[in-house]
């Protein structure tokens, strides 16, 4: 049995709860975990039905777009995952998804504020708009890496759809439900015409210090492993 068994297990469960739920139709989407302590991943293979695949389908693709395992071609956003894990180390798990209410504010190129203190809490003070470019692209990859230090977890992509970023594959997952709750109730709340409320500025840097220091942690854990591995 692969040694990453596991992590294609999750990688499949995940994919086919996120078609089960609407968060994606068809093959659109894709779901991506770090590999603990290697600069590798596990990722859904490209333009497969999530319900059509084994876990024997599921990539694990190195950072440097080497196959490690699986026959079938890793998704063609695969390069956007591993650019994120390189730029963010207190990222585990990548969700990224054409779910419906955030690919409104793809569309309308419109920012989310900090509105509900659940959401900001875990996905940060504000969901950002990615600039468009096409899917697959170097340019993509490069446009989300610009967009990466805001340390949030959740962005719309440019006429195309939403990225969720986790420390687990639980907490991404969360996060694009979190999304298309805030999503929908927000374009909802614009569409009344009546003036929106926003988080006070104190509340919003108080749940997000809360964030960053979970994130610290990780980052710390991470860093302490690697010191590990090369003594
Ligand atoms: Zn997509």
Do not use: W
Not at 166 to 194: H, P, Q, W
């Amino acid at each position: 049995m692969s040694k990453y068994q596991s992590y294609k297990e999750t990688v499949l469960q995940y994919s086919q709860r996120l078609s089960q739920n609407r968060y994606t139709v068809g093959t659109g989407g894709n779901i991506s975990l770090l590999i603990e302590g290697e600069n590798a991943i596990a990722i859904t293979p490209t333009a497969m039905d999530y319900f059509g695949i084994h876990v024997d389908d599921i990539c694990i693709v190195d950072f440097d777009m080497n196959i490690l395992e699986g026959k079938l071609k890793p998704s063609i956003e695969t390069k956007m995952h591993i650019e994120v894990y390189k730029n963010r180390l207190d990222v585990n798990a990548i969700i990224h998804t054409h779910q419906v209410y955030a690919s409104i504010f793809a569309l309308i190129n419109e920012p989310i504020p900090a509105l509900f203190d659940e959401v900001t809490l875990n996905t940060g003070h504000i969901i950002d708009v990615i600039p468009y470019a096409l899917s697959g692209s170097q340019q993509l990859s490069q446009n989300i890496v610009n967009q990466l230090n805001n340390r949030c977890n959740c962005y719309f992509i440019q006429n195309h759809g939403a990225l969720s970023l986790g420390m687990s594959i639980e907490n991404a997952y969360r996060n694009v439900e979190l999304l298309e709750k805030i999503s929908r109730t927000y374009y909802y709340a614009l569409a009344s015409g009546r003036p929106i409320t926003k988080l006070p500025d104190a509340v919003v840097a108080r749940l997000c210090k809360n964030l960053h220091e979970r994130q610290d942690q990780e980052i710390a854990r991470k860093k302490a492993g690697q010191a590990y591995r090369l003594n």
